[in-house]
Nanobody, 123 residues
Framework: QVRLAESGGGSVQPGGSLRLSCVAS????????MAWFRQAPGKEREAVAV????????YYADSAKGRFTISQDKDSNTVHLQMNSLKPEDTAMYFC????????????????WGQGTWVNVSS
């Protein structure tokens, strides 16, 4: 099975930056959608950004547009999420997710999840 491992979370002041990484191991999907979701305490898990292997075209949630960048390093099977201009409302557990074939921002359609990495934005 595909395994996903996130890293890079931590505490940062508003306006700061963090770079999250997700390493995928195990059998590879021939074509996969890689995604970042987040879940704040008491809230539902929501999509942040997705990217389809092969075409490198990213899609972002409105909350992430202009501040976050998703990218992938195919040689190392790693997906990154560069987060700039962080706000307190970005505080959440961030999860990496994967599914074969087409991309979507619907969390119910992802079948592989990492354990998450915590991001705290506060002064």
């Amino acid at each position: 099975q595909v395994r996903l491992a996130e890293s890079g979370g931590g505490s940062v002041q508003p306006g700061g930056s963090l770079r999250l990484s997700c390493v995928a191991s195990g059998p590879k999907y021939g074509r996969a959608c890689m995604a970042w979701f987040r879940q704040a305490p008491g809230k539902e898990r929501e999509a942040v950004a997705v990217i389809l292997s092969g075409d490198d075209i990213p899609y972002y949630a409105d909350s992430a547009k202009g501040r976050f960048t998703i990218s992938q390093d195919k040689d190392s099977n790693t997906v990154h999420l560069q987060m700039n201009s962080l706000k307190p409302e970005d505080t959440a557990m961030y999860f990496c997710a994967a599914r074969p074939f087409a991309c979507t921002m619907d969390r119910e359609l992802f079948n592989r999840w990492g354990q998450g990495t915590w991001v705290n934005v506060s002064s």
